[in-house]
């Protein structure tokens, strides 16, 4: 089947899915928003609302296994594996090959003065720590959440 061809899924349909994935109800899910009532939940499930982008983004903030792209477009699995959110948050904060070369590519068709060398790497080295920071945060929260799930059992 082609991709033009799939018929879209409703913001009803994939926040139930994610519910379902979850094993939560739209309550839970309402409560963990900050919401005062659950109400602007239950509409969306109904067909009555859409996903909002601020509802969308505290999905995912909440519960990071929750694919950002799944809820907003349909696109994608609705849960991320370890491997696939690791993918993602590398290319959010730039730990892609493409950089990599390009940085490389860069260095070689337009050498830098050999002052400006040291700045530019430190540079450099500071913005992938930020990153691999970033990235660790990711990991450890994952296995919290997951130690989370062994000690529910």
Known sequence: MKESSKIPISDSQRLKTVLDLLDISAYKLAKTLGYKTPSSVYHITEGRNQLSSDMING??????????????????????????????QQELFGFS???YIH?????????????ENALYFLKEICEQSKQTTQLLKLIYQEQIEIKKALSNK
């Open 97 to 99: 090959k493409e950089k």
């Open 59 to 88: 999905i995912v903030k909440n519960y990071p296994r929750v694919n950002y792209l799944f809820l907003k477009e349909g696109k994608g699995e609705a849960l991320l594996t370890m491997q696939d959110k690791i993918k993602g």
């Open 103 to 115: 940085i490389s590519e860069e260095k070689k068709d337009y050498p830098l003065k050999e002052g």
